[in-house]
T-cell receptor
Framework: KAGVTQTPRYLIKTRGQQVTLSCSPI?????VSWYQQTPGQGLQFLFE???????NKGNFPGRFSGRQFSNSRSEMNVSTLELGDSALYLC????????????????FGQGTRLTVV | DQQVKQNSPSLSVQEGRISILNCDYT??????FLWYKKYPAEGPTFLISISSIKDKNEDGRFTVFLNKSAKHLSLHIVPSQPGDSAVYFC?????????????FGTGTLLAVQP
């Protein structure tokens, strides 16, 4: 079974531009979450999608948005890029829905390394 | 407000010895805890988890201990191997919040010396 696939792996953008990152979850997984990793900050939660609906959102400005399609693939968009948006963006998929009583881990993709210059 | 804390940014141990990585949390609603391992330029990979109804879980060389009264968990790796050198993240989840959101610590860089 293929893992979580994120594209592109690397991206360089200029301040003020916008960017769209893509995530294909593991087949059969309907829950997708996004995280931002910056040095010294660990992984910060961005948003969570299940069945095409945003279920939870982290403490990020409105420039960060996302969506999920009917095939569970997800995209996140960052508009008006700032230098501080340079980070590794990670997507994770889970076989269980939010609030499901079954404990299971989230499976992460390899991430998209975004550099804003 | 950092709800999950890993106070040791780095740890160095000799091959064959025990590695102990620590994690503290503040939210008593957390009921599921996970450890992930991360190599540079890769995504985190799941190592081991523990439910709040247990105080210990073992998987091969990896054991996680949970002390709910102290809001503390630890990951023991015995024996440590050079391939274990990576960043280790502790994470927590609150199922009462109807979410799969994970709260991560800032990570501990483990270096296992041959």
């Amino acid at each position: 079974k293929a893992g979580v696939t994120q594209t592109p792996r690397y991206l360089i953008k200029t301040r003020g531009q916008q960017v769209t990152l893509s995530c294909s979850p593991i087949s059969g997984h309907r829950s997708v979450s996004w995280y931002q990793q910056t040095p010294g900050q660990g992984l910060q939660f961005l948003f969570e999608y299940f069945s095409e609906t945003q279920r939870n959102k982290g403490n990020f400005p409105g420039r960060f948005s996302g969506r999920q399609f009917s095939n569970s693939r997800s995209e996140m968009n960052v508009s008006t890029l700032e230098l501080g948006d340079s980070a590794l963006y990670l997507c994770a998929s889970s076989p269980v829905g939010p609030g499901d009583s079954m404990n299971t881990e989230a499976f992460f993709g390899q991430g998209t390394r975004l550099t804003v210059v | 407000d950092q709800q999950v804390k890993q106070n040791s940014p780095s740890l160095s141990v000799q091959e064959g010895r025990i590695s102990i990585l620590n994690c503290d949390y503040t939210n008593s609603m957390f009921d599921y805890f996970l450890w992930y391992k991360k190599y540079p330029a890769e995504g985190p990979t799941f190592l081991i988890s523990i439910s709040s109804i247990k105080d210990k879980n073992e998987d091969g060389r990896f054991t996680v201990f949970l002390n709910k009264s102290a809001k503390h968990l630890s990951l023991h790796i015995v024996p440590s191997q050079p391939g274990d050198s990576a960043v280790y993240f502790c994470a927590a989840r609150n199922y009462g919040g109807a979410t799969n959101k994970l709260i991560f610590g800032t990570g501990t860089l483990l270096a296992v010396q041959p």
